[in-house]
């Protein structure tokens, strides 16, 4: 489990191919002394398991699933990602709930500058436009942020000062492919109302809150 919150950034070092899977060799470039094996490391908001580690470097395996999901198998020697350590029990929750599981790509359409921000407008497969509403969360590359406004296939988000100075995302222009996570718990509700919705048994109603101690 991840917040969004990205703790800094990394450069590929290498990537190796093992027939339709990877595995990344990243150096941190921010303190990352105390890495453990089997880690969970989010990489550019996508959740991987660290395979060996030492001096601030990491290796981590990537399935050919999660290269098709994700923007990782663009990935070139010497790009930069986005690195989130896994959330420990007890910390401040600065950003929202991220699982590190990227449901989509979406593509930056427009950058423009906002005031000290930049406004960022991207679009997304429409499958996924139930999950995103005004003023709520999303994950783009790992990075929490607060959508503006949104249509049932695009969103807009303000990129403020320091989140352009902690990722990569000052690097956003037309075009660049982006991983998106959306809301966790709106997954969840909106997959309990769908059997309400069409009209079959289940969902979201008086009965599962009574079941469920909420009535």
């Known amino acids: 489990m991840f917040t969004g919150i990205i703790q800094g950034q990394g450069r590929l070092t290498a990537v190796r191919q093992s027939g339709r899977e990877r595995v990344f ?5 921010f303190a990352l002394d105390d890495l453990a094996i089997g880690e969970s490391i989010a990489v550019n908001g996508a959740c991987l398991t660290a395979e060996s580690g030492k001096d601030g470097i990491f290796t981590a395996y990537a399935s050919a699933e999660t290269l098709t999901r994700t923007n990782l198998s663009l990935l070139r020697p010497d ?6 350590r896994a959330l420990v029990v007890g910390q401040r929750l600065g950003g929202h709930l991220v699982s590190g599981h990227v449901d989509c790509l979406s593509t930056v359409l427009s950058v423009r500058d906002a005031g000290q921000s930049l406004l960022v407008r991207l ?6 436009g139930e999950l995103v509403i005004p003023k709520g969360s999303v994950a783009l590359d790992g990075v929490s942020l ?3 406004n949104c249509g049932d296939d695009w969103l807009e988000v303000n990129v403020i000062p320091e989140t ?5 995302l000052a690097s956003w222009a037309s075009g660049t492919r982006v991983n998106m996570e959306a ?5 969840y509700v ?5 059997p309400r919705r069409e009209g079959t048994k289940g969902g979201l109603d008086e009965n599962f809150l009574r079941e469920h101690g909420f009535v």
């Open 25 to 29: 060799s990243i150096r941190a470039l």
């Open 79 to 84: 790009a930069l990602v986005n690195l989130e």
């Open 123 to 128: 679009a997304f497969p429409a499958e996924y």
């Open 146 to 148: 607060t959508v503006n």
């Open 164 to 168: 352009r100075r902690a990722t990569t």
């Open 183 to 187: 809301d966790m718990i709106g997954k």
């Open 190 to 194: 909106l997959r309990m109302l769908i």
